[in-house]
Structure formats: C-alpha cells, structure tokens
C-alpha cells in the first residue's frame, strides 16, 4: 500500500471505501451520501475529476504487479470451477464476491470432496447451501470469494488444481427434473379389502405433485407376493417413469414387499437408510427400461418402496431421496450411507422442513 497522487493513481485499486456528500442547493442537508467509490476499485481516467471533487487530492492504493490478481479478477476464476449445467452468475464482481443461481428448477448437486479441497486452499473460499436438494430458478445456489484485496495468482492456481475441474468439469451443477409419471402399488389385504381408508396413496401423490410428477396407474394388489410382483410389471408395461410401492416396509415374516420388489426383477440398491423417519426404506432400478418421459433413466426405471413413515410424517427418508430420484439421478448405496449425519428428524412442531437440520 501506498500514496499517490490522484492523477497518478489509474490502473491501481483503491484501499478504502470513498465517501461522497453531495448537498442539497437550499437546507444544506446532503441530496447524497455514501460510497461513491468501494474498497478494490481500479481507479479510471474518468474518475480523477470526481475524486479530486471529492477533495481527495491523494490516495492510498495497492500496486497491481505482476503475479498478483485484484479480488475480482480472482473471483472470476473461482466461479468458472463452480459454474456447471444449469448455473448462472448473479452478476459482475463485487468486492471480490460473486453469487452463483440456479438456472432451472431441479436438483442442486455439489461434489463435496472437491469443494473441500478448494476451502483448503488459503485466501479464497466458496460457500454453498446443502447439495441434493430440490432448488428453483433465481435460487442461490452458491457465493465465491477472494479474502484479501489482492492475491497472489498462485494461490488461485493452487485452487484450480485441487478442483480438478478439467478431469471433472465444475464443482455443481442443476439437474432438471425428468421423470413426469409415477405407477403406485399400494400393497395390504386391509387395503384391499375396504376394510381401513386407503390414506398412503394420497400422501404419497402429494409429495410426487411437489415435483411435477403425475400418478398415472395405481394397484391394490393385496399381500400376496407374486401379485404384487404382477402389479409392478403392469406399471411398467403402462410406461411409467417411476414405481413406488407403499403399505409398509417392516420386518414381519408378513410383510412381502420387499421380497415381491426383488422378484419382480429389480436390482435392490438398498433395503434400510441411516434415517429416522424412513429407516426401511427401499430403493432399487428396473435396468434398461425406458419410462414414458421418451428416455431410458440412468441406471433404469427406479422403484421405491416407501415405510409407513411417509403416510403420517411431515418429512421423512422419502422427501431426502425423491429430488435426485425425479431428476433421474442414478442413486449408489453410498448416497444412502452419507444420510446418516443429519438423518435424524427433530420433530419440530410445526415442521419447518426443508428449512430445518433434516437431511443436513
């Protein structure tokens, strides 16, 4: 940092917010007060005559030399590691800031080992809301900054190369929602029968509604397993994009679902979640079939079976999964194995979710 005069100061970045008062003609009450110019700014030939209005016939600057970067510049080369598909800059830099928004509605997906190898690098950060979460357009997703005002280009560098974005493109991203139809096997001989009011379905179509997933077949195949198994394949065969088989997913030698979801052809990614409520939950993909949304799914057409949880529950295991699920993200059981901190649910009363620690 140094003095200057004010007409030797273009091209150097000023070290201090400067204040402008501008009077009103009559009371003499100021028409304006505030920063005409911010901290980090590089001073122009247009602004010399507004400055030395200002009475401000020196500053104190920072010399721009060669290997170092101003806080903006840095900052835009912070979020070119961030901006994948389906992201947007908020804006030009600021201050050494720039924000980073969702460009559609979907899922927000962040690789957190890379992201962490990025905050482990000194005098530059990038902080971001929890990834795998359903986001809409203009949501922020994401916020860079550079600490100092200038900063040596290494250290930039040194955090490009812990993203690794050139082996595997930026640190996150927006997944559309895909899937549109979802076929619901609601399983129970109570159900069935008309003995006890059907009251899972309707829970369940109202979280798939949140996403702009329409039920379009339902069965009530009963207990037996080979009918349940039936009843999948006729969802199937209706070319929904989704399955999700509800009434239970317990333990009692009574309870076929999971056994009829296996039978049906499926490949189980997991039975169980960290997660209370939805500890039962299963996930699984039927390979190589193509839903009626014209694609054939990552990893196939996912069929969930939901634990009674999800019919009474304001927030559960289901509402974790269901964002990646409906963007056709193909889930790996270490997606359900990284639940467990945060997978606990408070109870809040009311419930606050997703603006409570559910998940995160």
Known sequence: MRLVRTEDAVGHVLCHDMTQIIPKEKDGHPRFKGPRFRKGHVVTEEDVPVLLSMGKEHLYVWEVTPGMLHENDAAERLAALCLGCNTVASGAPSEGKIGINAACDGVYLVDVERLNAVNATDEVMVATRKGNFGVHEGDALAGTRVI?????????????????????????????????????????????????????????????????????????????PDAIARAIHQALDAGVDMVVCTGGMSVDPDDNTPGAIKRAGARIVTYGAPVLPGAMLLVGYFDGRQGGCGETPAG??????????????????????????????????????????????LRCNPCTYPLCPFGK
């Open 148 to 224: 100092p005002l200038v900063v040596r280009e290494e250290v930039v560098q040194a955090a490009e190369r812990a993203s690794r974005v050139d082996a595997e493109g930026p640190l996150m991203r927006v997944e559309p929602y895909r899937l549109r139809t979802a076929g619901i096997v609601t399983t129970g001989s109570e159900v069935k029968g008309g003995l006890i009011e059907d009251a899972f379905t309707p829970a369940v179509e109202r979280k798939l509604e949140g996403y702009g997933v329409k039920a379009t077949f339902h069965a009530m195949p009963g207990d037996d």
């Open 300 to 345: 196939g057409v996912p069929v969930l079976g939901l634990p009674g949880c999800v019919m009474y529950n304001a927030a559960t295991v289901f509402d974790l999964v269901l964002p990646r699920v409906v963007a056709g993200v193909p889930l790996v059981k270490r997606d359900f194995v990284e639940l467990g901190e945060g997978g606990l649910c």
